[in-house]
C-alpha cells in the first residue's frame, strides 16, 4: 500500500500495525480503513448527526461490513440480493479491487455524498486544506481529496470497478451513513448511486431506515 495512504489513515483516524494491516484482506481491510473515514468525514461531513454516527463506528470492527448496522444475517441477506442483481454478469463476486483501490473510492464516495447537497465552497475547501496540512498529511494526500472535490457528481465513477456485492454495499452504506437526506440533490445523488451499483431497492431502504434509526438514537439527537 502506498505510504501516504498508510499516513492518510492513521492521521486521520486511527494507526494499526503492520502485521494487522497485512492479514486477511476482507477482515484487514473492514477492520482499519473506519478509523481514516470517520477522520475525515469529521472535516467535510455537514450533517452533525452524520459526523457523530461515523464517528461512533471509526473504532469500531466492522464499519464497512455492516453489522454494526443490520447485523450479520441480515448484511448477508442483503450481499445476497445485490448477487442475485448482477446474476447477469457470471464473474461478478468472484473479483476483488486492490486495497489501494478501495481506499480511494471510499474517500471518494466520502467526498461525493458530503458534497452531494453542494454545500462544499471555496472557503470550505481552503479550510479543508488547512486542516489536513495541519493534521500532517503530505501532498499526494492533500491532492486526492482536493481532486474529489473539485469533480462533479458522478456515481458511475464510483460504482466502475466494483465487482463484488461486500463493496458495492460498502460504497453505499458509507454513502447513506453521510448524508441526511433532507434534499432532492441528496436524494437523487443517492438514487443514481444504487442504480450504478444495481443494489436492490429493498435492500436501499432498509439500509436507509437502520441508519435513520441509529443516527436517531445518538446522543444530543
Known sequence: ????????????????????????????????????LGGLAGLLVASSSSRKLLTKYAGSALLMGGGAVAGTVLWNKYKDKVRAAHQDEPNYGQQHSPLDVRTERLILALVFAAKSDGHIDDRERQAIEQQLREAGVEQQGRALIQQAIEQPLDP??????IQNEE????????????????????????????DELKIPQDVRSSIEQDLKQQKQALPGE
Open 1 to 36: 500500500m502506498s505510504q501516504w495512504l498508510k499516513q492518510l489513515q492513521s492521521v486521520l483516524g486511527q494507526a494499526k500495525s503492520a502485521t494487522q494491516q497485512g492479514g486477511d484482506k476482507e477482515q484487514g481491510y473492514s477492520k482499519y480503513m473506519p478509523g481514516a
Open 156 to 161: 458511475k465513477r464510483i460504482a466502475q470497478g
Open 167 to 194: 463493496e458495492a454495499l460498502e460504497v453505499y452504506f458509507l454513502s447513506c451513513a453521510a448524508i441526511d437526506i433532507d434534499h432532492f440533490m441528496e436524494r437523487s445523488y443517492l438514487n443514481a448511486l444504487g
